[in-house]
């Protein structure tokens, strides 16, 4: 009763997970399975020999049959390290968050957003009850001066330099540098930013606003200055490469990790077809 709108549309059956939590659980398969997981490993680069493709990363050499890019943020440069020659760019948007005070979270009693713009693959400012036990609100989309930059003063000069050489980065920045400026304003001013949120729900006032934190969306980006908005997946030998994984990627991991797994059968030429796993 305290949405704003015209007309909306009502989807019941909508649902949300911790996401953190669902990553667990799949990292606990895999190790039960027999894989393992290796943090804080840089790939450097690669080479193939005979069958055995070897990774070169930061600690050490690791030597295998096939290959799965999945690196996210990376996984442009991980495809080239590998030696495929990708027409698109992974360029960092930061998407910054509120989070409602409790006395005000009566206010959403659901997941509420706006009518997004089809020009962009960004669903746009809205309100989400999380698995946390509070309400978010957001996120902006403001481009990130690092891959990894969670926080608006994190800057990597090698990132920043690889998304501005990139000429499909210009091309986008010209058609779209209007909606760029607007999401720095909205990021730097906590009214602005408040404003997209009344749109929804007017009785939000700027005390009801804390800073909770951000996310970084790696979104792909091609040389004509287009943002992807589909998913990219490339095969090479003995490899594939998942370039572009947008929104809903991780409500839909299980079904793409099951065409992932039938792409790998084919591609490797595995003779027992994965089963997918079902919930």
Not at 30 to 35: A, D, I, M, R, T
Not at 46 to 74: D, P, Q, R
């Amino acid at each position: 009763p305290h949405v704003k709108a015209r007309k909306a549309l009502y989807a019941p059956g909508t649902g949300i997970v911790d996401y953190r939590n669902v990553t667990s659980v799949y990292a606990d398969r895999v190790k039960s399975l027999g894989g393992e997981i290796f943090f804080n490993t840089e790939l450097i680069g690669s080479k193939i020999i005979g069958s055995t493709t070897v990774l070169e990363t930061s600690t050490g050499e690791y030597e295998c049959s096939n290959t799965i890019n999945c690196a996210g943020l990376h996984s442009d440069l991980v495809a080239e390290t590998m030696g495929v020659r990708v027409d698109l760019r992974i360029i960092p948007f930061r998407g910054e968050y509120y989070k409602l005070r409790k006395e005000s979270e009566f206010l959403v009693k659901g997941l509420i957003y706006p009518v997004p713009d089809p020009a962009f693959p960004f669903l746009g400012v809205h309100l989400t009850q999380t698995m946390k036990g509070w309400v978010e609100a957001g996120p902006n989309a403001v481009l990130a001066a690092k891959r990894e930059g969670y926080r608006k003063r994190d800057f990597s000069f090698s990132d920043f330099v690889r998304t501005i050489a990139f000429p499909g980065f210009w091309k986008m920045s010209v058609r779209e540098w209007k909606t760029g400026l607007w999401e720095i304003n909205r990021s730097l001013r906590k009214g602005v930013f408040l404003d997209s949120l009344q749109q929804l729900v007017p009785e939000l006032s700027s005390d009801d606003l804390a800073g909770t934190g951000s996310g970084v969306r790696a979104q792909a980006v091609d040389s004509a200055g287009n943002l992807i908005d589909d998913f990219r997946i490339e095969e090479s030998r003995r490899a594939i490469h998942v370039l572009n994984a947008p929104s809903p990627g991780a409500t839909s991991s299980l079904v793409i990790g099951e065409h992932i797994a039938n792409l790998a059968a084919s591609n490797f030429y595995i003779e027992n077809r994965p089963t997918a796993i079902r919930t």
